[in-house]
């Protein structure tokens, strides 16, 4: 079992930039694929980011080069850090995790946390 923690949410201006952190819980968080979702009002949840257990790293087109995701196996905890942010960028962000390998409907969800982008 794994419980999720996300934090570092809130309001930046268009062009600013935040960093979420997801700590975790439980043994071998090594071992867990970690994600980021988002959902904004009215629109389904969508992926953001992903690292593997290899470090291996992914991203949608809309965030390529602008998020970074990353991990501290020694701290339970993975990290988005998100720059040039844009209004469209505003949701509730989730962090997910699955043991070894990320899926499209990860097992373990965190319990949100706003970001919100004005322009």
């Known amino acids: 079992q794994v419980q999720l923690v996300e934090s570092g949410g809130g309001l930046v201006q268009a062009g600013g930039s935040l960093r979420l952190s997801c700590a975790a819980s439980?043994?071998?968080?090594?071992?867990?694929?970690m994600g980021w979702f988002r959902q904004a009002p009215g629109k389904e949840r969508e992926f953001v980011a992903a690292?593997?257990?290899?470090?291996?790293?992914y991203y949608p087109d809309s965030v390529k080069g602008r998020f970074t995701i990353s991990r501290d196996n020694d701290k339970n905890t993975v990290y988005l850090q998100m720059n040039s942010l844009k209004p469209e960028d505003t949701a509730v962000y989730y962090c997910?995790?699955?043991?070894?390998?990320?899926?499209?409907?990860?097992?373990?969800w965190g319990q949100g946390t706003q970001v919100t982008v004005s322009s």
């Open positions: 439980g043994r071998s968080f090594s071992n867990y694929a």
């Open positions: 690292i593997r257990v290899s470090g291996n790293t």
């Open positions: 997910a995790a699955d043991r070894l390998v990320l899926s499209t409907r990860p097992t373990y």
